[in-house]
């Protein structure tokens, strides 16, 4: 029997067209199912799967088909391609549902005539057809590079419209792949989910990390966390004073600085964090009194500073920090971490961090992960700056949604989405 699909803006439209084609005694109904939805613009699109018994019906069918094809307008034919591709993609699925070749042939009997060599040959073929399919899909993609269009393979083409899709830097995008393209076997690139995970690799070695290292005697930590208003610091601190003070191994004694006396919320907010995980809290207006606040908490094996959010481009604010830096006189050195949403483009990254740089940045955090769905603007920075990324914050939750960085991470977020259960 031959399978044959129709489409049309409504079930009966296509039903009509597959009586024009065919001998309609020689066909056999299988399937109805809308295929697009209607939308503002655009027409609803219903697809009909027939069946044809013979080989004369068949021959009907192709001649008929021949002229109804050269009658049709551009539009059409594509949309139709696109709708074969998407039923094929979904015939693929289900035959690659086959069990593994060496149980299925253990289950078999003896003499069974399919043998292990034959079936993972059948496999073989069947990935490759699936990939020549998701190639077909790419080449609707419009979005092209000028400077790599016509150096990008097909079996390219996917992780290049998933990585530019991120909202990774475009300059980037095609050094990386033009630097992959030069250096990655040719066996590799037999399939666009080999080149897949050869470009996953090549990305991961690409981001810089800071490994998270522990205080000791002699070693304390003070870690002063600055960045734009409204991007979570205050509770960034709270994370990381709980998670210094119960999660780790050795529970250390956390002390916090607040900064931020222009808003009131905050000192508050932190104030009662402190409250509830009993930690020493000093609270700092001008800046000579900031070596003062650390030299209280010197009992401590972690300082944490919380500091007034401002607009990168606030001078007078990002000013006040620096006054504070300058006039530190204590002998603890101090980690500079510059706090950034995830979910503004890179561009605007790049201007956050350009203006906080004076301040001279050690890493780099990132919140709200779980608020957007491009993660090279991310990527970009890192690889841009060279600075190394230390957490992530993934949410609101204290002290849950704290991820300590990992380039593993950031790289699956980039090319599969973010995924709340392997943050």
């Avoid at 399978?3 to 009509?16: H, M």
């Avoid at 307008?73 to 998407?86: G, Y």
């Avoid at 709980?242 to 050795?250: D, M, Q, V």
């Avoid at 940045?361 to 779980?370: A, I, P, R, S, W």
Wanted: glycine share 4%; charged share 30%.
């Amino acid at each position: 029997m031959k399978i044959l699909t129709f489409t049309g803006r409504t079930p009966s439209d296509a039903l009509k067209k597959a009586r024009m084609d065919v001998n309609y005694d020689h066909m056999i109904h299988i399937d109805t199912k809308e295929v697009q939805k209607k939308s503002l613009g655009r027409e609803a699109m219903y697809e009909i799967v027939m069946g044809i018994e013979n080989q004369s019906a068949h021959n009907t069918y192709n001649n008929a088909k021949k002229i109804n094809e050269d009658e049709r307008p551009l539009t059409q034919k594509s949309a139709d391609v696109l709708f074969d591709i998407s039923s094929a993609a979904r015939q693929i699925s289900k035959i690659a549902e086959v069990k593994d070749p060496l149980y299925e042939y253990q289950e078999k009997p003896q003499n069974s005539s399919l043998e292990p060599k034959e079936l993972k040959a059948i496999k073989l073929e069947i990935s490759k057809l699936g990939d020549k399919v998701k190639i077909i899909q790419n080449m609707f993609w419009e979005e092209k590079s000028p400077e790599l269009e016509s150096a990008i393979p097909s079996e390219f083409a996917e992780i290049y419209r998933l990585a530019s899709q991120s909202g990774m830097n475009k300059e980037h995008l095609d050094s990386i792949m033009r630097m992959t393209l030069e250096h990655m076997p040719f066996k590799m690139r037999e399939n666009s989910s080999t080149v897949k995970r050869y470009f996953q690799t090549l990305l991961r070695k690409m981001v810089p990390v800071r490994r998270e290292s522990k205080a000791s005697v002699g070693n304390k930590k003070v870690i002063m966390l600055v960045g734009p208003t409204g991007v979570g610091k205050t509770t960034s601190v709270a994370k990381l004073a709980a998670r210094y003070s119960y999660l780790l191994e050795k529970k250390y004694k956390v002390g916090l600085v607040v900064l931020d006396t222009y808003r009131i919320g905050a000192v508050e907010q932190l104030m009662q964090y402190a409250r509830m995980m009993k930690l020493g809290i000093e609270i700092v207006v001008d800046p000579p009194e900031f070596s003062s606040a650390l030299d209280s908490l010197r009992y401590c094996d972690y300082i944490l500073i919380d500091t007034m959010g401002s607009s990168p481009y606030d001078k007078g604010k990002i000013k006040k920090i620096y006054e504070c830096l300058e006039g530190n006189t204590t002998s603890y050195s101090i980690d500079v971490v510059l706090v950034m949403p995830s979910s503004i483009k890179y561009e605007d990254l790049k201007a956050t961090y350009d203006n906080f740089d004076s301040l001279n940045v050690d890493t780099l955090m990132f919140t709200k992960l779980d608020e957007t769905r491009g993660f090279g603007n991310i990527f970009s920075l890192a690889y841009e700056t060279k600075k190394p990324i230390s957490y992530f914050s993934v949410g609101q939750e204290v002290p849950e949604d704290l991820v300590v960085a990992s380039s593993d991470f950031l790289i699956e977020c980039l090319l599969d989405g973010f995924n709340r259960s392997k943050a």
